[in-house]
């Protein structure tokens, strides 16, 4: 996983973003933001971006940077990889999560 530690700093320093962006590919552009989102520091310019490799088990990882955030979710790696990650950020307490899956668009909003 890249791009989380900033994210757990700025939650240390009571920044929080508006929305993240949890990536699980291996596109280019995608390692490029999870590492350079916070080049210049965090201004609202570049969303957080974090991205997830493939040798990671969505279950397994430490998602604390995404408590009461809203996060869209991309996933490449597959539908059952995909609903794995998604409900590894439910468990989380993400307070909203928006993925795409082949057309689907895929909604959880926490309860209040």
Partial sequence: MNG?????????????????????????????????????????????HVRIEARDIPEALDLRFVVGLRVHVYCSRGLMRQKRLFRALIEAKASMILANHDGQLWHYEAKK
């Fill in 4 to 48: 989380h530690q900033a994210l757990l700093t700025m939650r240390r320093a009571g920044q929080v973003p508006g929305l993240i962006f949890v990536d699980d590919d291996d596109e280019e552009m995608t390692r490029e933001l999870a590492s350079t989102w916070t080049a210049n520091g965090y201004r609202g310019v570049f969303l957080p």
